[in-house]
């Protein structure tokens, strides 16, 4: 399974490639997807670079693009300072308690899934 630090670095190429290659709206549309469940999954929909990612990227441009990407490389540098530890999340969940079925999202042990199985999700 790809780690998550690999997975945000995908994605931030991925947002390079669609600049690059002179701005599909489609592309950006399919990017910002999987970089969206990504982060969702990831941080949960509470956190500040995830509120701050669908802020900057409801523009459909470039510059959406562009803020978005910096989303992520911020996500990126912010774990590696850390000292995340990736493996602690790509290990498959366990099944949740009976206690945890009815209890807040942000009180719930967190899944995390590889960008390729993300995108089968997607497509």
């Not at 997807?33 to 470039?62: I, Q």
């Amino acid at each position: 399974m790809d780690s998550i630090i690999d997975s945000l670095i995908e994605l931030i190429n991925m947002a390079q490639r669609i600049s690059d290659g002179g701005f599909d709206v489609n592309a950006f549309i399919s990017w910002k997807a999987l970089a969206f469940v990504t982060l969702f999954g990831l941080l949960g929909p509470f956190n500040y670079y995830t509120r701050r990612f669908c802020n900057f990227t409801a523009d459909s441009s470039r510059k959406g693009l562009m803020a978005g990407e910096g989303v992520l490389i911020a996500v990126k540098e912010h774990l590696a300072r850390r000292g995340f530890s990736c493996k602690a999340l790509e290990s498959l969940p366990e099944p949740l308690n009976p206690s945890e079925e009815n209890a807040p999202w942000v009180e719930r042990r967190k899944k995390w899934r590889s960008l390729d199985s993300i995108r089968q999700i997607l497509y």
